[in-house]
């Protein structure tokens, strides 16, 4: 088993270059979390990298060091939006709230950013808007072309957004969700949403909520493939400096807890600054996400959750109990590597995802089936990896409670979910 040799010496914050000197956790030796085992030569060849995240003093971003290059986390990648049900009527909602709010029309171009498969722009195209999705997955990018969504592979970033501009193509909604976190130049990469965005343009980024990550421990959030974590305060600072205004943020109940921003060319004022703005800024400073210090308590809560799920994992197999998983996240792996999970404690684990379907999990090698793997199995309990989607998970294995399994969260501790 393969480990990365790199040096693993702080470096500098990856949006004001301040040298990074405060752990805010330390998870240990971990892989890719999307790096799903397909044979014995991948088990042979598996590398583990430190995940490590810091917290800078003077911005307050939250980070991890790039260990691996994006190329080669998500040249093919094995995460589709479509099979999430509850992420499908979300993306449809919000597309029909920005066609009202915004008067998103046949007129308009809107342009996706991490589009994966044509989850969301679908429905603009369903309502004839001008749409183009920019993807660097090709595998990914594939599904949405069968589609016909016109999507680009490649990464965006600076150089991107000026080829599109010399194409003549400005984005009157430019959209990213679940990207930001992903993006190692940041700078590169706000600066480029700052150039395709029209003049009266407007962008939404939606990402995971550090607030909400602190709060209820959710540690399974930290990855390699995210290399940022934000908070309001962090995440407009960074904007601000490429000339771009947050104008309104909205709290969501996605990913368990992201935040929605609003934001515009900043020598513009299309839009009013909303008091959504004022009201989190003021509360994230309140709780102070604004201190460094308030950053340290943090490891010692993430030691304790990984300490009950160990603890309730070992004795259901004391009680001769079967516990197997649903879904194959990357949260997940986040998590059954830093607990030290192993077979023996979760038997095996599903996802509908076909690509996941007959791999390992990276790292603990627990491997991955069908769902209805369950139904000939039987286990007793259910232990929801994708905790986020739980309501969504429980109902699609409600047949699971003839024999009277119990599903269970393991986040920020374990609990049986009704």
Same mark, same amino acid.
């Given at each position: 088993?393969?480990?990365?040799?790199?040096?693993?010496?702080?470096?500098?914050?990856?949006?004001?270059?301040?040298?990074?000197?405060?752990?805010?956790?330390?998870?240990?030796?971990?892989?890719?979390?999307?790096?799903?085992?397909?044979?014995?030569?991948?088990?042979?060849?598996? #590398?583990?990298?430190?995940?490590?995240?810091?917290?800078?003093?003077?911005?307050?971003?939250? %980070?991890?060091?790039?260990?691996?290059?994006?190329?080669?986390?998500?040249?093919?990648?094995?995460?589709?939006?479509?099979?999430?049900?509850?992420?499908?009527?979300?993306?449809?909602?919000?597309?029909?709230?920005?066609?009202?709010?915004?008067?998103?029309?046949?007129?308009?171009?809107?342009?996706?950013?991490?589009?994966?498969?044509?989850?969301?722009?679908?429905?603009?195209?369903?309502?004839?808007?001008?749409?183009?999705?920019?993807?660097?997955? #090709?595998?990914? @990018?594939?599904?949405?072309?069968?589609?016909?969504?016109? $999507?680009?592979?490649?990464?965006?970033?600076?150089?991107?957004?000026? +080829?599109?501009?010399?194409?003549?193509?400005?984005?009157?909604?430019?959209?990213?969700?679940?990207?930001?976190?992903?993006?190692?130049?940041?700078?590169?990469?706000?600066?480029?949403?700052?150039?395709?965005?029209?003049? %009266?343009?407007?962008?939404?980024?939606?990402?995971?909520?550090?607030?909400?990550?602190?709060?209820?421990?959710?540690?399974?959030?930290?990855?390699?493939?995210?290399?940022?974590?934000?908070?309001? !305060?962090? *995440?407009?600072?960074?904007? @601000?400096?490429?000339?771009? $205004?947050?104008?309104?943020?909205?709290?969501?109940? +996605?990913?368990?807890?992201?935040?929605?921003?609003?934001?515009?060319?900043?020598?513009?004022?299309?839009?009013?600054?909303?008091?959504?703005?004022?009201?989190?800024?003021?509360?994230?400073?309140?709780?102070?996400?604004?201190?460094?210090?308030?950053?340290? @308590?943090?490891?010692?809560?993430? +030691?304790?959750?990984?300490?009950?799920?160990?603890?309730?994992?070992?004795? @259901?197999?004391? %009680?001769?109990?079967?516990?197997?998983?649903?879904?194959?996240?990357?949260? &997940?792996?986040?998590?059954?590597?830093?607990?030290? *999970?192993?077979?023996?404690?979760?038997?095996? $684990?599903?996802?509908?995802?076909?690509?996941? #379907? &007959?791999?390992?999990?990276?790292? $603990?090698?627990?491997? !991955?089936?069908?769902?209805?793997?369950?139904? *000939?199995?039987?286990?007793?309990?259910?232990?929801?990896?994708?905790?986020?989607?739980?309501?969504?998970?429980?109902?699609?294995?409600?047949?699971?409670?003839?024999?009277?399994?119990?599903?269970?969260?393991?986040?920020?501790?374990?609990?049986?979910?009704?």
């Amino acid at each position: 088993m393969a480990r990365s040799a790199r040096a693993s010496e702080p470096s500098c914050c990856r949006f004001c270059n301040t040298p990074l000197e405060r752990v805010f956790i330390d998870l240990g030796l971990s892989p890719l979390a999307n790096s799903y085992l397909r044979d014995e030569k991948a088990r042979q060849d598996e #590398q583990f990298f430190p995940l490590r995240a810091y917290v800078c003093s003077e911005c307050f971003l939250v %980070q991890l060091e790039e260990w691996e290059a994006p190329e080669n986390i998500f040249g093919d990648y094995a995460y589709f939006s479509s099979y999430s049900e509850s992420w499908l009527q979300h993306a449809k909602s919000y597309v029909a709230r920005m066609i009202e709010r915004f008067g998103i029309g046949a007129h308009s171009r809107v342009v996706e950013i991490a589009s994966n498969d044509g989850y969301l722009l679908q429905y603009f195209v369903a309502e004839d808007v001008p749409v183009l999705g920019i993807e660097p997955a #090709q595998n990914v @990018a594939a599904v949405a072309r069968a589609k016909g969504i016109p $999507t680009r592979v490649e990464f965006f970033g600076e150089r991107a957004a000026r +080829t599109l501009r010399r194409e003549g193509l400005r984005a009157n909604l430019l959209i990213g969700n679940n990207v930001l976190a992903h993006v190692p130049n940041l700078n590169d990469f706000v600066k480029g949403m700052s150039i395709l965005l029209d003049d %009266q343009g407007v962008i939404t980024m939606e990402f995971p909520h550090l607030m909400r990550l602190v709060d209820e421990c959710q540690i399974d959030t930290i990855y390699h493939e995210h290399f940022s974590y934000f908070s309001f !305060i962090a *995440v407009e600072k960074i904007f @601000a400096a490429h000339g771009l $205004t947050l104008f309104d943020v909205e709290e969501l109940p +996605t990913h368990g807890g992201s935040l929605r921003i609003f934001a515009q060319h900043s020598n513009t004022e299309w839009h009013p600054i909303s008091h959504r703005v004022y009201d989190l800024r003021a509360r994230e400073i309140s709780a102070g996400y604004a201190d460094i210090d308030h950053y340290d @308590a943090f490891e010692e809560r993430a +030691t304790q959750t990984k300490l009950k799920l160990l603890a309730f994992l070992e004795e @259901a197999k004391r %009680q001769g109990k079967r516990v197997v998983g649903y879904g194959a996240p990357a949260k &997940g792996n986040t998590l059954l590597n830093y607990c030290g *999970v192993t077979p023996d404690l979760i038997e095996y $684990t599903v996802d509908r995802n076909p690509h996941k #379907q &007959g791999c390992l999990l990276p790292g $603990t090698h627990i491997p !991955i089936f069908d769902p209805e793997r369950i139904n *000939v199995t039987k286990p007793d309990y259910i232990l929801i990896l994708p905790w986020n989607l739980k309501r969504e998970i429980v109902n699609q294995l409600s047949f699971a409670r003839s024999w009277g399994a119990q599903f269970v969260v393991p986040i920020p501790e374990p609990r049986l979910v009704d």
